[in-house]
């Protein structure tokens, strides 16, 4: 296993299209994390499932936005009718959250940048 | 948990110690961490402490945790131009929910 993937790398589209982004976690990790991180910003938290159950999702995401993670393993983004605003690097994380001493590091992908023209 | 502050820009010589430093408001805050992102790169994760700690030294590394003043800070000894990257602090609670980073501090190492 090589890490976090996250593709496409890089997508322009035109204000109202749709995307999607996938993230394919490590295989063991049981929790994968979307944040998203605009130029000269840290990452911002969008939503985070463990296992297939997502369990938390941020205000910043809008309905526009939808996270799924069918059967616990990769996991996909979606924006509807994007905006200019949504020009951002999106990034996936993972971790795994075990019985005994967990630390919560996350493994992070190198993140798909969107651009919305 | 939302605010998590750090200085934009650092610039030390190749040799010298740096100091990053880092304020947080959750005081139930139950892991601090340092990630670094270098370009190109996603971000990885550097070193981390508990909030029951006052210090953590790995190698290079010193972390320093002032709870009383939720101040946060990363010393890198014997800073190499490798080390130039931007350096994330993050907090995160118990159950590891959601993670809140700050904004960043950018690390120029001159040779």
């Known amino acids: 296993d090589t890490g976090v993937s996250q593709d496409p790398r890089h997508k322009i589209t035109k204000r109202g299209q749709n995307v999607t982004f996938r993230c394919d976690p490590i295989s063991e990790h049981n929790r994968l994390y979307w944040y998203r991180q605009t130029l000269g910003q840290g990452p911002e938290f969008l939503t985070y499932?463990?296992?297939?159950?997502?369990?938390?999702k941020s205000r910043l995401l809008s309905d526009r936005f939808s996270a799924e993670r069918p059967k616990g393993s990769f996991s996909t983004l979606e924006i509807q009718r994007t905006e200019q605003g949504d020009s951002a690097m999106y990034l996936c994380a993972s971790s795994l959250l075990a019985g005994g001493e967990n630390t919560g590091e996350l493994f992070f992908g190198e993140g798909s940048r969107l651009t919305v023209l | 948990g939302e605010d998590v502050e750090q200085s934009l820009f650092l610039s030390v010589r190749e040799g010298d110690s740096s100091v990053i430093n880092c304020t947080y408001t959750d005081s139930s805050s139950t892991y601090l961490y340092w990630y670094k992102q270098e370009p190109g790169a996603g971000l990885q994760l550097l070193t981390y402490i508990f909030s029951n700690m006052d210090m953590k030294q790995d190698q290079r590394l010193t972390v320093l945790l002032n709870k009383k003043d939720k101040h946060l800070s990363l010393r890198i000894a014997d800073t190499q131009t490798g080390d130039s990257a931007i350096y994330f602090c993050a907090e995160g609670p118990y159950n590891f929910n959601k993670f809140y980073f700050g904004s960043g501090t950018k690390l120029n190492v001159k040779p």
């Open positions: 499932f463990q296992n297939e159950a997502q369990l938390e």
